[in-house]
């Protein structure tokens, strides 16, 4: 008799406890897009283009708010040479996929040089950067994977907040969005 009592007990308190996590779970469920979407060919996610200091046009495919923060995947546009100082992410992988035009991309210490259909990996904490080379318009597909606050973060820089800030409150603003400067850009892109 104990024993029924006992089950009876445990599957009780199980469906207590099971019952919040169900809740939880489905509420994050419903945060995800279940339907799916379509991006259009030079188009944004939300027909609002992100633009970098550094000369880059972001155009968001797949947004953060998708895939509650699973992933971030966006189109860089380039028309001038360079990219972005060498930095890390704290817990942000970050992999590139060549559309158009050339880049040299640095992760750690190796060097690559990617044209259309090469990508790069760059894992979480390795310092890395890439440049655009060559004359002409150059596209990058980017995927960080957790997406983190990436998009918020270029969002910001996008706005121009960094603009109006001192270098140290730059390094402190870039760490808050779990990001790191290490470095110069890339120089000598002569072929």
Known sequence: MKRQRFFQLCLATGAFIASPITLIANSIKKIRDEKGFMVGSGKDRFDKQITLLQGDTFFTKISTQDTNGDLYVY????LKEGG???HYHFSQDEWWYVLQGEFIIKVGE???RAKAGDSVFGPRMVPHSFAKV????AKLLMIFQPAGRMEEFFQKVSEGVPNKMTEE???????DYGTKQVGPPIGNLKR
């Open 84 to 86: 972005p100082p060498h």
């Open 110 to 112: 190796k060097t690559y």
């Open 134 to 137: 060559g004359e002409g318009e």
């Open 75 to 78: 189109e860089s546009t380039r």
């Open 169 to 175: 409150e730059r390094a402190r603003f870039n760490e």
